[in-house]
């Protein structure tokens, strides 16, 4: 499947941001909202200097919730960034490539913990801003896993059914170089919001798909 998308649609180059930080906010603010909106919280929060840890930090969180108010549910997105960059600052000195030098079970495990991240979050944070090769499992490789034959039982979006998607990542993926894997991963994610956009949303439009001739095998 990665290698019929990269195919299709060449390299992505995720994430859409200029600095680690950027992709940070992004995470968070992606959350059950459309890219489109987080384009204009993450213009707000430029033109008002609040694109760094700095900035982020001497912001009071009500004027945090009006600049990212077009990416919604700011009453717990906001205090969610702003228990981020605490936990930075008390754990992590401040800076993000200290937070990156974590390890990766154990950082994972102190993203989850805060508030307003769950798997598919701090995955995104692990991979697009700190570096670490992991998998993010997002809906559309949800309906693509589903659709295709490769998990059942998938209908409900919990915690299980993500590590299930991560695992089966992972897995497939498994005889490629470890110093492969930051770019693998990166590019698949990448790569299943393309054919997911395009093709597999709420409804299946297969036709013309990249991953069509999968689905005719399988059938």
């Not at 490629?176 to 093709?199: I, Q, R």
Request: hydrophobic letters at 45%; a positive charge.
């Amino acid at each position: 499947m990665h290698d019929a998308l990269a195919a299709a649609y060449g390299p992505q180059h995720w994430w859409p941001a200029k600095t680690p930080f950027e992709v940070v906010l992004g995470a968070y603010l992606t959350q059950n909202t459309a890219w489109k909106a987080v384009e204009r919280s993450l213009e707000n929060l430029c033109r008002a200097g609040a694109l760094t840890v700095e900035g982020l930090r001497a912001m009071p969180e009500e004027t945090l919730r009006e600049l990212i108010r077009p990416s919604g549910f700011v009453t717990r997105k906001a205090p969610a960034l702003k228990a981020f960059v605490a936990m930075l600052d008390t754990e992590f000195d401040g800076q993000l490539k200290v937070l990156a030098a974590t390890p990766t079970g154990k950082l994972r495990h102190r993203l989850l913990a805060l508030p307003g991240v769950g798997p598919e979050t701090a995955d995104a944070i692990l991979l697009y801003a700190l570096g670490h090769a992991v998998p993010v499992a997002d809906e559309y490789l949800r309906r693509i896993t589903e659709r295709h034959g490769l998990l059942d039982g998938l209908a409900r979006h919990n915690r299980a059914n993500y590590e299930r998607l991560a695992k089966l990542t992972r897995e497939a993926f498994a005889s490629d170089a470890p110093t492969n894997l930051l770019h693998l991963y990166n590019e698949f994610h990448a790569l299943t919001v393309a054919v997911g956009k395009a093709h597999c949303g709420r409804t299946a439009h297969c036709a013309g798909c990249p991953l069509e001739g999968d689905l005719a095998r399988r059938s």
